[in-house]
Nanobody, 130 residues
Framework: QLQLVESGGGLVQPGGSLRLSCAAS????????IGWYRQAPGKQREGFSC????????WYAGSVKGRFTISRDNAKNTVYLEMSSLTPEDTAVYYC???????????????????????WGQGTQVTVSR
């Protein structure tokens, strides 16, 4: 069974950068679409980025587009989230999630955050503050 572990969270100043990792075990990630979600205190969980199995197709919500970059290294069984120009509004627990997909190529859209993700990591805290 696939297991996901996020890492790389921490405290960063506004305008700073962080790279989160989502490491998988138990199966190979190249069979899965990966989504990144976050949940801030008192707010609903927000899906903000997805990447297809092939790594050529990604999608970003408007709240992070241009600041965040999702990528994957299937050889390392890991997905990354590069975050820059962070603001206090980015403070949240960040989760990666995976859903099996046999569609390995094709554009990603906002629909990807509505997929029924079967596997979730435990989350990593990102705090943006002075």
């Amino acid at each position: 069974q696939l297991q996901l572990v996020e890492s790389g969270g921490g405290l960063v100043q506004p305008g700073g950068s962080l790279r989160l990792s989502c490491a998988a075990s138990g199966d190979t990630l190249d069979s899965y679409v990966i989504g990144w979600y976050r949940q801030a205190p008192g707010k609903q969980r927000e899906g903000f980025s997805c990447i297809r199995n092939s790594d050529t197709s990604t999608w970003y919500a408007g709240s992070v587009k241009g600041r965040f970059t999702i990528s994957r290294d299937n050889a390392k069984n890991t997905v990354y989230l590069e975050m820059s120009s962070l603001t206090p509004e980015d403070t949240a627990v960040y989760y990666c999630a995976a859903v099996f997909s046999d569609i390995t190529y094709g554009p990603m859209s906002a629909a990807c955050i509505m997929y029924e993700y079967d596997y979730w990591g435990q989350g990593t805290q990102v705090t943006v503050s002075r």
